[in-house]
């Protein structure tokens, strides 16, 4: 996959776009792209565990396993997954922190440690887990420190959030490949730590691409990312 990324980007197919969707650079009420500060948390349940079972007397429901990673604005992430072939959810969530069960509010202080992650569940009979992080490579830019395009904090930091050991090795052999690929002519500085409890995000930022499409932030930032994601045969068309 890494040498197909390198193709693509030396035909100037692919480009991560620099903005990013804080309120410094989305302000309320400007084409509906501004996070909301406040609002009230999703009823999914919260689970930091690697999960790869199949369902008991169920032998038709597909075996599933989790992935966890953060590169800025959780928004594009998520819309990127939700459209990848073998992914079952994508869900939006605050992750790597201290502060229990945080707001959006909280997050944006930079003081609670969370990133803004997706925790994603996938079949792995459809899609391998390195897969899923070659277009985690191409989603965002892993070579910016805490930041991405115009966004910056820690919460916007790169991250790939392991659930288990085999996961760990996958997770540090994929970067070093993407490394020496040279595909962004820079090294990666994206953390790989270990899984720790994922507190889903606010309703309001569930889907935010599916339901709200016309969004400046949608229009300018995420629809870019996923047609050129397009190009890698992953992504799924609308």
Same mark, same amino acid.
């Given at each position: 996959?890494?040498?197909?990324?390198?193709?693509?980007?030396?035909?100037?197919?692919?480009?991560?776009?620099?903005?990013?969707?804080?309120?410094?650079?989305?302000?309320?009420?400007?084409?509906?792209?501004?996070?909301?500060? $406040?609002?009230?948390? @999703?009823?999914?349940?919260?689970? +930091?565990? =690697?999960?790869?079972? *199949?369902?008991?007397?169920? &032998?038709?429901?597909?075996?599933?396993?989790?992935?966890?990673?953060?590169?800025?604005?959780?928004?594009?992430?998520?819309?990127?997954?939700?459209?990848?072939?073998?992914?079952?959810?994508?869900?939006?969530?605050?992750?790597?922190?201290?502060?229990?069960?945080?707001?959006? $509010?909280?997050?944006? @202080?930079?003081?609670?440690?969370? +990133?803004? =992650?997706?925790?994603? *569940?996938?079949?792995?009979? &459809?899609?391998?887990?390195?897969?899923?992080?070659?277009?985690?490579?191409?989603?965002?830019?892993?070579?910016?420190?805490?930041?991405?395009?115009?966004?910056?904090?820690?919460?916007?930091?790169?991250?790939?959030?392991?659930?288990?050991?085999?996961?760990?090795?996958?997770? $540090?052999?994929?970067?070093?490949?993407?490394?020496?690929?040279?595909?962004?002519?820079?090294?990666?500085?994206?953390?790989?730590?270990?899984?720790?409890?994922?507190?889903?995000?606010?309703?309001?930022?569930?889907?935010?691409?599916?339901?709200?499409?016309?969004?400046?932030?949608?229009?300018?930032?995420?629809?870019?990312?996923?047609?050129?994601?397009?190009?890698?045969?992953?992504?799924?068309?609308?």
């Amino acid at each position: 996959m890494i040498a197909r990324l390198l193709s693509l980007a030396a035909a100037g197919a692919i480009a991560v776009l620099g903005t990013g969707c804080n309120q410094s650079t989305a302000e309320p009420g400007k084409d509906g792209a501004a996070k909301p500060a $406040e609002s009230s948390k @999703s009823d999914k349940p919260v689970n +930091a565990d =690697a999960k790869s079972d *199949s369902a008991k007397g169920d &032998k038709d429901k597909p075996k599933t396993e989790v992935a966890t990673v953060a590169g800025g604005c959780f928004w594009c992430i998520e819309a990127a997954m939700e459209r990848v072939e073998g992914v079952i959810d994508a869900e939006s969530g605050y992750t790597g922190g201290h502060v229990k069960d945080p707001t959006y $509010e909280q997050v944006c @202080s930079k003081r609670t440690g969370h +990133a803004e =992650a997706v925790r994603i *569940s996938f079949d792995p009979s &459809k899609i391998s887990y390195a897969d899923i992080l070659d277009i985690f490579w191409v989603a965002h830019d892993p070579t910016t420190l805490n930041r991405q395009g115009a966004d910056v904090g820690p919460q916007y930091r790169s991250a790939i959030f392991y659930h288990s050991d085999e996961q760990k090795k996958i997770a $540090e052999a994929s970067m070093k490949r993407l490394d020496e690929s040279g595909l962004y002519g820079a090294k990666a500085v994206t953390e790989i730590a270990k899984a720790e409890e994922f507190y889903v995000a606010e309703i309001d930022h569930q889907d935010y691409y599916r339901l709200n499409p016309n969004a400046g932030y949608c229009r300018v930032v995420i629809e870019p990312k996923l047609e050129k994601l397009k190009k890698l045969g992953k992504i799924k068309a609308d």
